[in-house]
């Protein structure tokens, strides 16, 4: 079992910085791909990035250039880093782990999620 908490998120202007977290705990907790997923208010729950177990990391068009994902050497925690904040980013984002993949079936443990929301 995988328990994942995420925080970080709040109310931000465009343009401005934010950086998210995730703390995983339990007992193979590093040995999972990550992810960071989010989810617009009735929109679907849409992948944003992703990190292997070796470090590997991919994210969506969307978001390249602006968001960076890593995590500690430990792989107990998760970020998001996220810069140039448009409104269109504004979700619930969440964090998840399982095999390294965009697609939320991949994903076997999932955060209670952070608001993100970017003012004009």
């Known amino acids: 079992q995988v328990q994942l908490v995420e925080s970080g998120g709040g109310l931000v202007q465009a343009g401005g910085s934010l950086r998210l977290s995730c703390a995983a705990s339990?007992?193979?907790?590093?040995?999972?791909?990550m992810g960071w997923f989010r989810q617009a208010p009735g929109k679907e729950r849409e992948f944003v990035a992703a990190?292997?177990?070796?470090?590997?990391?991919f994210v969506v068009d969307s978001v390249k250039g602006r968001f960076t994902i890593s995590r500690t050497d430990a792989k107990n925690t998760l970020y998001l880093q996220m810069n140039s904040l448009k409104p269109e980013d504004t979700a619930v984002y969440y964090c998840a782990s399982g095999v390294y993949s965009a697609l939320a079936k991949d994903y076997n443990y999932w955060g209670q999620g952070t608001q993100v929301t970017v003012s004009t």
């Open positions: 339990g007992r193979t907790a590093s040995s999972y791909a």
């Open positions: 990190i292997s177990w070796t470090g590997s990391t």
